[in-house]
C-alpha cells in the first residue's frame, strides 16, 4: 500500500511540474494538505461510528487531508456532511453509520430511480445519500461521496442534488478513483469528465477491440484520448461493419476525432439505416472545404430523425452557407424541435441583415410561422418581422405584443416598433401596467432605449412601483421604479444630445 501511495504523491508532483490544469484544478492548484494524524481519523470515525474504508483511509494518514483532486478537490473531514442538513432541526444529519442504499447494480433506471428505489419518502434524497461521506463538490448541484457503510462500501459515486440518476465510477475504490483522474491527466487526455466510462488508456481500450469486448464502451472511451496510433485506428475500422448500430455509431466518432480520411469512410453511413451512425456519420462528412459536403447536409435536412435533421441545419449555419432555402420548409415541420431550432436560426439569419430581394420571402416565412402550433416557433417569427417592413401585420403584431405569452410580447413590441412607431410605443405603454411586474420591468428597459420623450408619464408612474420581480428561477437585480428612474435617464441623455 505505501509503495502505491507514494507512487500517488509523484503523479500529483509531476502534474504539477508540468503545469497541466484541469475543471476546477484553480480551486486546489494540485496541492494537498498535510495528512491527518492517527489520532485525528480514530476520533472521527469513534465520533462517527464507523471505520473508514481503507484505502480512503490511508491516502488521509499518508498523502494528504483534502486538497488536490478531482474537479474542486477534496474536502477534509471535518466537512464530511456538507450540504446536508435536517431543515426542521437546523442541525447536520448523523447517519454515516447506516447502510448506505445505492449500489451499481441494484440502482433503479430511469428518471424516477429515486420514488423506484425509496417509494413514499418525503426525504427520499437524504435517506439515499446516507451511509456516504461528501469528497468534494463538482460544481452547482453535483457532488461527489464515497460510500462508507452498506453493500457498496468503498465505492466512489457522483450524486446531483437535484435528483439525477446517480453515477458510479467503474473503478473499485477510492484510490483507483483518484489515480486514474491523475493517469489521464499525465495521458493528455480531454476532459470528458473524471473517471467517466469505461477505464483504461490506449493499450487497454485497443486490447478490448481486439477481444470483441464492451466495444461501444471501448469506443466512447477512446474519445478521450488526445490521440490514437494508427494500428488503434484499424481495428476502429473493422468495427464500422458490426450489426450493432450504437457499435457502428461510437466507431464513427472515434474515426470523427482522429482519422483524416473520416469522411470518406463516414459518408456511406449517412444512408445507414439507424439514426446513431447516420448523426455521427453527419459529423465526420461536415468538416473542412464546405464545398464537399454542402450537398450532404441538405440531403439531410428532410431525415426522419429530427436530431439529424437539426444538425444538418446547424452544419450549414456554421459554415455560413445556410440559405431561406435551406429553412423554410423546416419552419413549420410539425415536429415542434425541428420548427423551433430552424425558428432560431431564421431569427439570426434575419439578424445578420435581409437583402432587400429577399424581403418578400422572409416576410411570408416569418408571417406562417406566427401559426405554428408551438409558441416559440411563433416567437421566433416575431423576431424576424423586427428586421423586415410589414406594415399589414399592424394589428396582428399589436395582438401579440398584449397577448398570452410572455416570451412573444417584447419580440412582437419590437415588430411594432418597426413597422409603426406609435403603435409599438403605445403597446409598450400599456405593458407598463401590467399584473406582471416582469413585463412592466421589460417595457420600461425598451421604453428607455427608444428613448421617446412621449413616454415618460408612463415611466412616471413606475417610480412608486418597488416591486422586486421574482419568478421561479430568476429573481431581478433591479426594481420596477429602478428600471423606470433608468429609462428616464436614458431619455434625459438623448434629449440632451
Known amino acids: 500500500m505505501r509503495e502505491r501511495l507514494d507512487g500517488i504523491i509523484a503523479k500529483l508532483t509531476a502534474v504539477r511540474e508540468r503545469g497541466l490544469s484541469c475543471f476546477g484544478s484553480k480551486a486546489h492548484r494540485f496541492e494537498l494538505h498535510p ?26 494518514l499518508h498523502v494528504g487531508h483534502g486538497g488536490a483532486g478531482p474537479y474542486y478537490g477534496l474536502v477534509t473531514l471535518a466537512r464530511w456532511d456538507a450540504g446536508r442538513w435536517d431543515d426542521e432541526r437546523d442541525e447536520a444529519v448523523d447517519d454515516l453509520d447506516a447502510d448506505c442504499p445505492l449500489h451499481p447494480d441494484t440502482l433503479p433506471p430511469g428518471e424516477d430511480w429515486l420514488e423506484v428505489l425509496l417509494p413514499g419518502d418525503d426525504d427520499a434524497m437524504g435517506r439515499a445519500l446516507r451511509g456516504t461521506l461528501f469528497l468534494g463538490t463538482q460544481g452547482c448541484t453535483y457532488a461527489t461521496q464515497l460510500v462508507v457503510t452498506g453493500p457498496a462500501r468503498g465505492r466512489v459515486v457522483y450524486v446531483d442534488l437535484g435528483g439525477q440518476r446517480p453515477y458510479f465510477p467503474e473503478n473499485t475504490g477510492f484510490l483507483d478513483w483518484y489515480e486514474r483522474w491523475l493517469d489521464e491527466l ?6 470528458h469528465g473524471v473517471a467517466s466510462g469505461m477505464p483504461g488508456l490506449e493499450p487497454e481500450l485497443g486490447d478490448a477491440l481486439r477481444r470483441g469486448e464492451r466495444l461501444a464502451d471501448a469506443l466512447e472511451a477512446m474519445r478521450r484520448l488526445p490521440r ?5 485506428l484499424e481495428l476502429v475500422i473493422a468495427r464500422l461493419d458490426h450489426p450493432d448500430a450504437h457499435v457502428r455509431q461510437q466507431a464513427l466518432h472515434v474515426l470523427g476525432d482522429f482519422d483524416d480520411e473520416a469522411a ?21 462528412v461536415c468538416k473542412g472545404d464546405t464545398a ?22 446547424r452544419a450549414l449555419d456554421e459554415a455560413k452557407v445556410m440559405t431561406l432555402a435551406d429553412l423554410e420548409p423546416r419552419l413549420l415541420d410539425t415536429r415542434g424541435a425541428v420548427a423551433l431550432h430552424a425558428g432560431w436560426r431564421f431569427a439570426a439569419l434575419a439578424g445578420r441583415g435581409v437583402p432587400p430581394a429577399e424581403a418578400p420571402a422572409f416576410v411570408a416565412a416569418a408571417t406562417a410561422m406566427l401559426d405554428h402550433a408551438e409558441p416559440r416557433v411563433a416567437m421566433y417569427g416575431l423576431q424576424v418581422l423586427a428586421h423586415v417592413d410589414a406594415p399589414e401585420l399592424v394589428e396582428r403584431l399589436r395582438a401579440f405584443a398584449l397577448g398570452e405569452h410572455p416570451f412573444q410580447r417584447m419580440s412582437a413590441c419590437r415588430a411594432l416598433i418597426r413597422q409603426d412607431r406609435a403603435a409599438g410605443l403605445g403597446a409598450l405603454v400599456e405593458l407598463t401596467r401590467h399584473a406582471d411586474p416582469f413585463m412592466r420591468q421589460h417595457a420600461a428597459r425598451m421604453l428607455g432605449e427608444l428613448g421617446d420623450a412621449r413616454v415618460r408619464p408612463a415611466l412616471e408612474r413606475l417610480l412608486d412601483d418597488e416591486t422586486l420581480p421574482a419568478a421561479a428561477h430568476t429573481i431581478s437585480t433591479y426594481r420596477v421604479c429602478d428600471t423606470g428612474r433608468m429609462a428616464i435617464e436614458a431619455i434625459d441623455r438623448r434629449d440632451e444630445t
Do not use: H, M, N
Open 35 to 60: 495528512p491527518a494524524t492517527e489520532a485525528e481519523v480514530a476520533a472521527f470515525e469513534a465520533t462517527r461510528r464507523v471505520r473508514l474504508p481503507e484505502d480512503y483511509r490511508a491516502f488521509l
Open 186 to 191: 499525465l495521458a493528455g487526455c480531454k476532459d
Open 228 to 232: 490514437v496510433g494508427r494500428d488503434t
Open 264 to 284: 470518406a469512410r463516414a459518408r456511406p453511413f449517412l444512408r445507414d439505416p439507424e439514426p446513431g451512425p447516420r448523426r455521427a456519420a453527419l459529423q465526420c
Open 292 to 313: 464537399r459536403w454542402a450537398a450532404d447536409a441538405r440531403a439531410l435536412l428532410d431525415d426522419a430523425d429530427g436530431e439529424i435533421a437539426s444538425a444538418a441545419l
